[in-house]
Structures are given as C-alpha cells and as structure tokens.
C-alpha cells in the first residue's frame, strides 16, 4: 500500500491557530510523486482568552487553502500552501508556507516501521492585511521555522508521530515552539486520526495590558488544541476528507471549534 496518498492531512499548514496540524507529517510522497489539496472551512469562536482572562467576544472565520506537495527523492519531500482566510473585517491571502522534509533514518522493526525526519522552511505574508484588531487573519510576520519528527507505522497500519522544533519570527512577534501528538490508522479504504496541538510563545504582550496603545504583532500566543480527521479515497487518484479542531485553552486566542472538507488528487510525474 502506499502511505503517499494521505499527506493531505497536514495541508494546513499556516500560522492561523485553528488551522494548523503542525508543519509536517510523517508520509512521504515518494520519488516524482506528488499531491494537490484543496480545502476550505470555518472556525466558529464564542469566547477570547485575554492572557488568561476569559472574555465573551465572538468571531466567525472562513477559509480556503491550496496545498501541494512533491516527493524530490523517497527521502526528501517538498510542502507549498497559499491560505485565503476570510474574518468579520478582513479578507485576504494570509501567509504563504513552503517547507522541505528529509527522512534522516529509519528502522525495521518486529513491531513495525520507524522513522526520523527533520525538516526546515518558512512563510511569509502574501498580501499586506491588516493588523490591529481581534478579527486580523495574522500577524504579518515572516517566521523561519525548524521541526524534528519521529514516526511510527505498525505492521497492521496503526500510526503514530511526534513533532516538534522552533519557529524563529523576524518582526516583533515572539518565537515560538510548537509540538503536535498524532495517533491514526492508515488503510487502503480510510484514513482516521485524532491529535493534540500545542504553541508556547515565549514572551510577548497580552491583549488588554500594557502597553497602550498596542501593538498586535507583539502578542504572544499560546493554544492547547484538539482534533480528528477521516479520510476515504475514491480511486488511485482522488478521496475526499471532513475534519474537526476544538482550542480549549490558551493565550492570547480564540477558544471554539473549528470544521474542515476537502478534496485530494494525486499527481505522477513520471
């Protein structure tokens, strides 16, 4: 079987929260093999953790997102996304993602299958949003980002992977480090998962302080995040994919759930 097919799941790849899924995954493409993903959905946000004070402010977001992905080498994989994201105020590309991922190691076990990777890229603003209020689609920053991953596939399709790095920001938006747990099952008919996702800014401003007035690059952001994802492919070459996130905590953030659909095609350059 091949496990190429399923890289969708981290098609949202930007630096908006409720989208994220960490910036890599644990499938690789494969030698001239590739994937297009087109996905879009709706974060729906009834309360706002000013640092930790919990405020009832509301926000609908809307969002689209292409995602593409090209196997250079078994080993070696390329990631592009381009977000749309749409807010009570704002509508605009967000930030533009690239990253390249490289299998350093793996071994065969009794159990099954494990890998190490590492990957390195970066992102970037597309358009010149706004920034300055709770309904902006980002922070305008470009970020330099660092991800170390192990991954593990059982011998019966059972998954599980863990990542984390460092996101390097070259405004005054704190850095941050990331972290994401997935635990899935990977089959020729379906795909199924569930996950935590985690940010820790270090540093930063929060929301309502000081100073005044404020800038809301500064803002650190932290999220403790939840969420599952099924997949079903249709042949060879399409499947189609439905999704849930929940942000239960943080700072600086949105809580509330976020929904997901998309649809997938495989590419064969060969």
């Keep these: 079987m091949r496990y190429n097919f399923f890289l969708l799941l981290f098609f949202m790849i930007v630096a908006f929260p409720a ?31 000013a640092g930790d004070n919990k405020l009832d402010l509301e926000r609908s977001t809307y969002y689209v997102s292409l995602f593409t992905a090209y196997g ?25 993602s690239l990253m390249l991922k490289y299998k350093l190691l793996q071994f065969n076990s009794e159990p099954g299958i494990f890998e190490v990777s590492t990957a ?21 920053a470009t970020i330099v980002e660092t991800r170390a991953m192990v991954h593990f ?22 850095n941050s ?18 996950y935590y996702d985690y940010q820790h800014s270090f540093g930063g401003i929060d929301y309502r302080g000081t100073p005044f007035p404020q800038n809301f690059r500064e803002f650190g952001v932290d999220f403790h995040k939840v969420g599952g994802t099924l997949f079903k492919p ?32 495989q590419i064969n350059s060969d």
């Design 19 to 49: 989208l994220g899924q960490g910036k890599i995954d644990g499938f690789y493409q494969g030698t001239h093999q590739g994937a297009i993903v087109l996905g879009g959905g709706f974060e729906d946000s009834k309360k706002y953790l």
């Design 72 to 96: 250079i080498t078994d080993n070696l994989d390329v990631n592009l996304s381009v977000p749309y994201i749409s807010s009570t105020t704002e509508s605009n590309l967000q930030d533009l």
């Design 120 to 140: 390195a890229g970066f992102s970037t603003p597309l358009s010149d949003y706004t920034i300055g209020g709770l309904n902006d689609i980002g922070q305008q």
């Design 153 to 174: 596939m059982s011998k019966s399709s059972w998954f599980a992977t863990l990542q984390s790095g460092f996101s390097f920001k070259l405004e005054e938006v704190p």
């Design 177 to 194: 480090l990331p972290a994401t747990l997935k635990v899935g099952k990977a089959t020729s008919t379906w795909y199924y998962d569930v």
């Design 234 to 265: 249709f042949s060879s070459t399409l499947g189609a994919y439905v999704s849930v996130s929940y942000i239960f905590e943080g700072r600086n953030t949105f809580l509330g759930a976020a929904y997901g659909l998309g649809v997938s095609y």
